[in-house]
Nanobody, 123 residues
Framework: VQLQASGGGLVQAGGSLKLSCAASGLTLGAYTLGWFRQAPGKEREFVAAIRPSGYATYGADSVKGRFTISRDNARNTQYLQMNSLNAGDTAVYYC?????????????????WGKGTQVTVSS
C-alpha cells in the first residue's frame, strides 16, 4: 500500500498550488482522506479531510476559504487546491487515509500516510 503525494514546489506569495495524492494497493473509496502539514520546528497540523460522502472539513481558520480538498474515487486520488498562499503555508504536506469516519486531527488512528511533498512560499 502506498500513498504518493505530489504537486509541491516553490511558489510566490499569493500564488496557487494543487497537491495530489494517488493510492496504489488500496482502494480509497471507503476511506476518509486528508492532508496534514508540518513546518520546521512545529508540530504536525491537520489541514483538511474529506469523507467518502464528499463532506469536507478544514483545520486551522487560516486555510478556510483558501484551501479546497477533493477526491476522485475513480482515479483513486485526492487533491488539495491551495490558493492565496502565504509564507505561513510553507511546510511539508502529507496525505493520509483512515477508515475512521472523522479524520483524527492529531493524526492518531490514520491507517496510511504519504511520504510528503514540500511546499515553499516565498514572500
Amino acid at each position: 500500500v502506498q500513498l504518493q503525494a505530489s504537486g509541491g514546489g516553490l511558489v510566490q506569495a499569493g500564488g496557487s498550488l494543487k497537491l495530489s495524492c494517488a493510492a496504489s494497493g488500496l482502494t480509497l473509496g471507503a476511506y476518509t482522506l486528508g492532508w496534514f502539514r508540518q513546518a520546521p520546528g512545529k508540530e504536525r497540523e491537520f489541514v483538511a479531510a474529506i469523507r467518502p460522502s464528499g463532506y469536507a472539513t478544514y483545520g486551522a481558520d487560516s486555510v478556510k476559504g483558501r484551501f479546497t480538498i477533493s477526491r476522485d474515487n475513480a482515479r483513486n486520488t485526492q487533491y488539495l487546491q491551495m490558493n492565496s498562499l502565504n509564507a505561513g503555508d510553507t511546510a511539508v504536506y502529507y496525505c493520509a487515509a483512515t477508515i475512521i469516519s472523522t479524520m483524527p486531527v492529531s493524526g492518531e488512528g490514520v491507517n496510511f500516510w504519504g511520504k510528503g511533498t514540500q511546499v515553499t512560499v516565498s514572500s
